[in-house]
């Protein structure tokens, strides 16, 4: 499918994503991921941060408002709260949490996981899939919209956490 996978490998999409235990044959799979030079436990709290704001075009999908630059030292996620927050408004549910590992939500008929991986050197792999049971051109759509929208906000959780734990490593 168009921009069903950008930033993962083969074996990254072979994996299980805990989003694969609610939509057993989706319409829909997507895969993302970026490698991000800091620990997973300086990544997670900017995943976590996902409920307050969409860290991606905050022009397109937060009526401007720019998403937080700072950890603002939220209480850890826990299921059935808002998975995030866009446009001022709470949208979807968090459904699965493993804390420093793992965020699962659900967004209308999409579940989409946020998964850290540990690597070598204190460095991280942050991937995400998204699952649903959209049909066929739906599924396009979405993979595509979904493509843009994705790589940019796992592209600042990047930036954002290398920043921050390059701030606090030096401090």
Not at 41 to 67: E, F, K, T
Not at 124 to 146: M, Q
Not at 158 to 164: C, D, I, P, S, V
Request: net charge positive; proline share 6%.
């Amino acid at each position: 499918m168009i921009g069903d996978r950008w930033g993962v490998t083969s074996g990254e999409m072979s994996r299980f994503y805990p989003c694969d235990d609610f939509i057993s044959s989706p319409a829909l799979q997507v895969w993302r991921g970026v490698h991000v030079e800091a620990p997973a436990v300086a990544v997670w709290p900017w995943v976590a941060q996902i409920r307050i704001s969409p860290y991606s075009y905050d022009w397109i999908d937060n009526l401007g408002r720019r998403s937080p630059r700072h950890l603002l030292g939220l209480p850890p996620p826990v299921i059935g709260e808002a998975f995030t927050t866009a446009g001022g408004r709470k949208r979807g549910r968090i459904v699965s949490v493993d804390l420093e590992e793992q965020l699962t939500g659900r967004i209308m008929s999409a579940f989409m996981s946020y998964v850290l991986v540990p690597q070598r050197h204190d460095t991280t792999r942050l991937l995400l899939k998204v699952v649903s049971r959209a049909n066929r051109w739906a599924a396009i759509g979405l993979s595509v919209g979904d493509l843009l929208m994705a790589r940019r906000q796992l592209l600042n959780l990047k930036h954002l956490a290398e920043r921050h734990h390059l701030g606090t490593a030096a401090g």
